[in-house]
């Protein structure tokens, strides 16, 4: 009766308009002092609206909400309710570990500040039916997250938070050039029409690049190790588990995909690129040695899966709604587990002198090896989703898959089994009262656990959980690479094992900061002397740089910086309405 409520009309147009709206709205209650506090205790709850949408309106719904983008369309589909619901869970949870996590920290205000803008933009573009709505929200998110990777003002933090940004514009200057181009072959600017049109190889390499920055596709995910480490949990947790998967939903979204279009080169392509992937995270993850890294590898790695999939579509174009469950499915299944895995960093870090506590370790073998496939998971459902795929694939994918997709289970058990190991030995950065902490983060763990019983709708592979073969299928890869990795702990010496700075091939073409230039002054003044004529030129330098960052500290004021981009917002929003 609610659900038939609800998607009649004005009701659905009103909780479509509270899923980002709420968010922004507490948002803008944080820049005021009066209403910080009430803010800040509302803030976990700004989720639920999302929620309900994901739970109760019927995929389907498309409603043309007129005030919104020159008349834009809002709605839920198929896939996009697998993303909701996603969205919802990570981002809410999330928030309610971070009112604990951040409890002593000063500056808590302005990290929900960006927290909340950017979980609105993410719900927006979700929800967005035609281009300019799903573009403007992309960007915006994009944009605002630099705030929640630079919040520890760290000089590593500013680092990462550099690179990232310098990633994330280019992306939307390719974006927008592949945009323009396809609207200007299109009738009008709605997903239905351009997931039916034919599109120039011009526009889609553009579109490709633009939406992989944000997926991690490689090699332009070097963004991923460099803001993981230096973000606070909880940013980690949606960055990993839910803002990845923007660029992965805006392929699915632009990417023609009607079953007159056939384009083998690129499912090739993709499926070539995901494997490569699959395989590098994993091999890079494996030559680190802080747990949030570990994890931003394993997520690159399991973005390319997700890219093979994507991939898998593209040669089988009759498939295409198969394809998109299980793309729904598993991008559901990995966001929950990587967000219940992010927030046992946290967890872990704060609570045991000697590491992360024994029960913990124990609980998280679940959601770790789930990212593997663990039958009865959400990990077996996903990646027998991905096996009906590949069987309807032309040749010789069909052979080349069926060869890979075992040896990528046993590349994931790999490495969960080094975050494991490296949790086990973390020693405690804090002491905090995780009461609240742990109940967020055993939420999301028990999602893991019960998604494949008590799904809304539960996809037909459900019923083949229990089956033998299939149970053996799951459990080989994961036994042999725990084997793999006791015997590499065992005659592997820990000083010998080889280690990758974080960021890998971003060093190639990046400058990286020396130990001299990370040392004191006085520490640079004891490693060498400096010619008079080169400590003159460092001091002119020096003067220049300090008045660029007193300028740059004055503008980049949270307070003043967030009322003046959601003026932006508000000024393009009424200017576009004009």
Not at 182 to 199: F, H, K, Q
């Amino acid at each position: 009766m609610m659900s038939q409520f609800l998607n009649n009309g004005q009701p659905g147009v009103l909780l479509l308009s509270m899923v980002p709206g709420l968010p922004l709205l507490v948002a803008f209650a944080l820049l005021f002092r009066a209403t910080r506090r009430s803010g800040l205790k509302l803030a976990p709850w700004t989720a639920l609206p999302a929620l309900a949408a994901a739970l109760l309106l019927q995929p389907g719904i498309d409603l043309e909400v007129a005030w919104f983008f020159m008349g834009g369309r809002m709605g839920i589909d198929p896939v996009g309710r697998y993303f909701l619901l996603l969205a919802a869970l990570v981002w809410g949870l999330s928030a309610w570990f971070g009112r604990g996590y951040l409890r002593d920290d000063p500056e808590q205000h302005r990290f929900f500040f960006f927290y909340l803008l950017t979980m609105a933009f993410n719900f927006g573009l979700i929800l967005a039916r035609d281009m300019l709505g799903f573009y403007l929200f992309f960007g915006m998110m994009s944009i605002v997250a630099y705030g929640l990777i630079v919040h520890k003002r760290s000089p590593e933090a500013l680092q990462a938070g550099r690179v990232y940004i310098t990633l994330v514009m280019a992306g939307e200057v390719l974006l927008f050039a592949g945009m323009v181009l396809m609207a200007s072959s299109l009738p009008d600017l709605g997903l239905s029409t351009i997931a039916a049109s034919r599109t120039g190889n011009l526009s889609l390499i553009l579109l490709f690049v633009g939406f992989g920055i944000k997926a991690g596709l490689l090699p332009l995910h070097v963004w991923l190790p460099l803001a993981h480490p230096v973000a606070p949990v909880p940013a980690s947790a949606v960055l990993s588990g839910v803002m990845i998967k923007a660029g992965l939903l805006g392929w699915l979204r632009f990417l023609p995909m009607g079953e007159e279009i056939v384009l083998p080169g690129w499912g090739g392509v993709l499926i070539v690129m995901g494997l490569v992937a699959a395989f590098y995270g994993v091999a890079i993850g494996l030559a680190q040695r802080e747990a949030k890294t570990i994890l931003a590898y394993s997520s690159i790695s399991q973005m390319g899966l997700m890219t093979a999939l994507v991939g898998c579509g593209l040669l089988a174009p009759n498939h295409w709604p198969q394809v998109i469950m299980a793309v729904g499915i598993y991008a559901l299944h990995h966001g929950l587990a990587k967000g219940s895995l992010f927030l046992a960093t946290g967890l872990g870090m704060a609570r045991s002198p000697g590491g992360a506590p024994p029960r913990l370790l124990l609980l998280l073998f679940l959601p770790a090896l789930a990212l593997a496939g663990l039958p009865l998971t959400s990990g077996a459902i996903a990646k027998y989703a991905m096996k009906e795929i590949v069987h309807a694939l032309p040749g010789p994918w069909p052979g080349i898959l069926g060869f890979s997709l075992p040896l990528t289970a046993l590349a994931t058990t790999l490495i969960v089994c080094h975050f494991l190991k490296t949790m086990a030995t973390a020693l405690p950065r804090r002491s905090i009262n995780t009461r609240g902490m742990t109940t967020s983060w055993f939420t999301l763990w028990a999602g893991v656990a019960l998604l494949p019983w008590f799904w809304p709708e539960p996809p037909p592979y459900a019923a083949h959980l229990a089956d033998m073969q299939l149970l053996r299928q799951g459990l080989w890869p994961i036994l042999a690479g725990v084997i793999m990795m006791a015997a590499y702990w065992r005659w592997w010496p820990a000083a010998k094992r080889p280690t990758v700075p974080a960021g890998d091939v971003l060093w190639l073409v990046w400058p990286r900061p020396t130990p001299a230039e990370k040392a004191t002054p006085q520490a640079k003044g004891m490693i060498s002397a400096e010619p008079e004529s080169g400590r003159r030129a460092r001091q002119l330098l020096a003067s220049f740089s300090r008045r660029g960052q007193h300028l740059e500290k004055r503008l980049m004021r949270w307070s003043v910086a967030g009322a003046a981009y959601l003026l932006l917002c508000l000024f393009f929003l009424v200017m576009l309405h004009a």
